[in-house]
T-cell receptor, first 113, second 116 residues
Framework: AQSVTQLDSHVSVSEGTPVLLRCNYS??????LFWYVQHPNKGLQLLLK??????LVKGINGFEAEFKKSETSFHLTKPSAHMSDAAEYFC???????????FGTGTRLLVSP | GAVVSQHPSWVICKSGTSVKIECRSL??????MFWYRQFPKQSLMLMAT?????????EQGVEKDKFLINHASLTLSTLTVTSAHPEDSSFYIC????????????FGSGTQLSVL
């Protein structure tokens, strides 16, 4: 069975500073990995996905994530935080594309002026 | 972009009553819809997978007689929580898969159910 662990329930950064949201996964086979963002009162939005192509995946809004098999990690980064980035972020793993997604517990990103 | 509309966004009901939650894909045909549940400070858990015109597939531990899922058309799936009890209080989210060859998955904004 696959699972994901989001290491931080909350991350606080100042606007303009880098963002790092950590995610470790467990999977018996080559997984698909995703990052989703959820703003208040809105649906989950796909930020980026890894499906065994390039290990560095670029997503929307300046976010990117690097798949590191040796560390079983898929951390999400952004060079410079914006106030609009404040939201809940979910790391997700799947063995079958968009079928049977397994979600992490989420990381709330707080951005201060 | 594609949008999934989920209604209601929140609902309060008395114990023993039934509640229906709707999930609509607004500008694409969703061959498959998924229903998730999220308890406070926990991750989203897949409850069931719903394919248009066929019976839903429920995950282990999910009572199919309590959580009735209907996917009668390519744009609408409904989740009915029957004889709701306080322990059914949770955040329910649907998602819809579509896009043909360029497969995508879109989520609704969720429904907060509170059973008194």
């Amino acid at each position: 069975a696959q699972s994901v662990t989001q290491l931080d329930s909350h991350v606080s950064v100042s606007e303009g500073t880098p963002v790092l949201l950590r995610c470790n996964y467990s999977s018996s086979y080559s997984p698909s990995l995703f990052w989703y963002v959820q703003h208040p009162n809105k649906g989950l939005q796909l930020l980026l996905k890894y499906t065994s192509a390039a290990t560095l995946v670029k997503g929307i809004n300046g976010f990117e994530a690097e798949f590191k098999k040796s560390e079983t990690s898929f951390h999400l980064t952004k060079p410079s935080a914006h106030m609009s980035d404040a939201a809940e972020y979910f790391c997700v793993v799947s063995l079958t594309g968009f079928q049977k997604l397994v979600f992490g517990t989420g990381t709330r990103l707080l951005v201060s002026p | 972009g594609a949008v999934v509309s989920q209604h209601p966004s929140w609902v309060i009901c008395k114990s023993g009553t039934s509640v229906k939650i709707e999930c609509r894909s607004l500008d694409f045909q969703a061959t498959t819809m998924f229903w998730y549940r999220q308890f406070p400070k926990q991750s989203l858990m897949l409850m069931a997978t719903s394919n248009e015109g066929s019976k839903a597939t429920y995950e282990q531990g999910v009572e199919k007689d309590k959580f009735l899922i209907n996917h009668a058309s390519l744009t609408l799936s409904t989740l009915t929580v029957t004889s709701a009890h306080p322990e059914d209080s949770s955040f329910y989210i649907c998602s819809a898969r579509g896009g043909g060859a360029n497969e995508k998955l879109f989520f609704g904004s969720g429904t907060q159910l509170s059973v008194l």
